[in-house]
């Protein structure tokens, strides 16, 4: 299983980017999503995930109502659209998928088995 990251880069704070993750190697659209981040010094933390069919989502209560994750089952794809972006934002982004089919989402980071490689996302002042 390989998950591949992208759409990171530098943007000033107020700004807006959109992460996309493209998984292979398993049946995408049977298995719940998360993007997670980890900035210097921090633990890796939660932020968004989304249940396998799409319709649940859960996010870290810093990003809500800012962050949106979606998916697209027919491109293998989850997405992390991120709007009013603040420098406390700034992190290497992952993706992960689950371990276990059918699942709701979580935002236990031990219950995803594959990561991808992480996009940096950085916010100016």
């Known amino acids: 299983v390989q998950l591949q990251a992208f759409g990171g880069g530098l943007v000033q704070a107020g700004g807006s980017l959109k992460l996309s993750c493209v998984v292979s190697g398993r049946t995408f659209s049977i298995y719940a999503m998360g993007w997670f981040r980890q900035a210097p010094g921090k633990e890796r933390e939660f932020v968004a995930s989304i249940s396998w069919r799409g319709g649940r989502t859960s996010y870290q209560d810093s990003v809500k109502g800012r962050f949106t994750i979606a998916r697209d089952n027919a491109k293998n794809t989850v997405y992390l659209q991120m709007n009013s972006l603040k420098p406390e934002d700034t992190a290497v982004y992952y993706c992960?998928?689950?371990?276990?089919?059918?699942?709701?989402?979580?935002?236990?980071?031990?219950?995803?088995?594959?990561w991808g490689q992480g996009t940096q996302v950085t916010v100016s002042s």
């Open positions: 992960a998928t689950v371990r276990d089919p059918y699942n709701s989402g979580s935002r236990d980071r031990s219950e995803y088995g594959y």
